[in-house]
């Protein structure tokens, strides 16, 4: 199954909606990812406006 991007908050999730934001625009064209442990310690999740854990895509089309 290939992942999905939301296109709003960049989450790599599966479903028909986003659990972190609500939406409903997904992609599956995307390019790399970072993975967020502890969003409040991170420097990488502040530079990139992410305050939950997760897996998030880098770029999405």
């Known amino acids: 199954m290939t992942e999905s991007v939301c296109r709003t908050c960049h989450i790599i999730a599966s479903g028909t909606s986003c659990p972190i934001c609500g939406s409903t625009s997904f992609s599956t ?22 305050s939950l854990p997760g897996k998030y895509a880098l770029k999405v089309r």
Not at 30 to 39: E, K, L, M, P, S
């Open 29 to 50: 064209e995307w390019n790399g990812y970072v993975v967020i442990v502890d969003a409040s310690r991170s420097e990488i999740a502040k530079k990139l406006n992410i």
